[in-house]
């Protein structure tokens, strides 16, 4: 029984998300291989060697591999499919573009989102906008698996001494092309790798006080900044600040909250931070309940103060 992981690069280094990944790849039990699928990705490829755990780097290098296609990647994971019992990616947004589509081409079902292994065949998984956890049960030869990495601790980025084989790439798609990408430039720490956030929601009013209210506190933690479904919906935030549900997963050590009520979609996306601070003037708000630290204040006057203090 061996494990693929579908490891996530820049083509240059290992991504943070792929060594919460191979942590859970081992914990299915057997060998762990790890597929780095890039172009000129040979730093990469040397990188994921040092993996603690891994026993195997599979290397695949074509242009056609340079931007991450899922319908390059698909065929690529595909070809070598067969020699393992668990193909297993990162439920980021990589992850999730390429394994459906694997899932498909090998007729398995894919399990989703998974927080905890409880054995080769069996995994669970949060439903119902993390209000209940399923316990999921894989009969299929080939389990392929997402794995939400705030879940499991990352595995240690050195110590391995993993072999590097390197594979044939497939042929590119006649059916897609790499056109472009335009990507968000952002000084500070990525949301979902950051040790410390601090976002904000609707209560701050716009997108002029969301900037000169937040930005400081960061800017004096060193810290993401992050903001509630409501917040970037009103336009004070970028898209890319979302956390919760249909924004992004993350579990820094220091998530604070000013002005955010704790709908449900929020609370899926950052309930497993390690210490939570909750400023809200709503006694009620639902922050509250999964918060460390709450303080029932207006947000403009905590905020500054806070800062002051620090």
């Known amino acids: 029984m061996t494990s693929l992981v579908i490891a996530e690069h820049d083509n240059a280094s290992i991504k943070g998300a792929t060594l919460n990944t191979v942590t859970a790849a081992l914990q299915c039990g057997g060998d762990v291989h790890v597929l780095v699928a890039g172009s000129n990705a040979g730093a990469a490829a ?32 595909v070809a070598v499919a067969a020699s393992y019992s668990h193909i297993v990616f990162p439920a980021t947004a990589g992850g999730k ?71 044939a790439a497939v042929a590119a798609s006649t059916q897609a092309t790499y056109l472009g990408s335009e990507i968000a430039k952002n000084d500070r720490p990525e949301l979902t790798a950051a040790k410390i956030i601090v976002s904000g929601g609707r209560a701050l009013g716009s997108a002029e006080k969301f900037n000169d209210v937040l930005t400081p506190l960061a800017d004096k933690l060193g810290a993401a900044i992050g903001a509630s479904r409501a917040a970037v919906d009103a336009g004070y935030a970028a898209n890319d600040l979302q956390v919760g549900q249909t924004g992004k997963i993350v579990a820094p050590q220091l998530y604070i909250a000013a002005g955010i009520s704790g709908a449900i979609q929020h609370l899926a996306g950052m309930k497993d931070s390690k210490v939570i601070v909750a400023i809200n003037k709503d006694p009620e708000a639902p922050i509250f309940s999964v918060s460390d630290y709450g303080l029932e204040a207006d947000l403009f006057v905590a905020v500054p103060e806070l800062l002051a203090a620090l």
């Open 46 to 77: 040397a990188a994921a060697a040092q993996i603690a755990g891994v026993s195997k780097v599979l290397h695949a290098d074509s242009d056609a591999l340079a931007h991450g296609l899922a319908e390059n990647m698909t065929a690529q994971i």
């Open 97 to 167: 573009n390429v394994a459906p589509r694997v899932a498909a081409k090998l007729d398995v079902a894919q399990v989703s989102d998974v927080t905890k292994v409880e054995s080769a065949d069996t995994f669970e998984r949060p439903i119902y906008a993390g209000n209940a956890m399923a316990t999921v049960q894989s009969l299929d030869a080939i389990k392929v698996l997402t794995v939400r990495t705030t879940g499991f601790d990352p595995a240690a980025a050195t110590g391995g001494s993993a072999a590097v084989e390197v594979l």
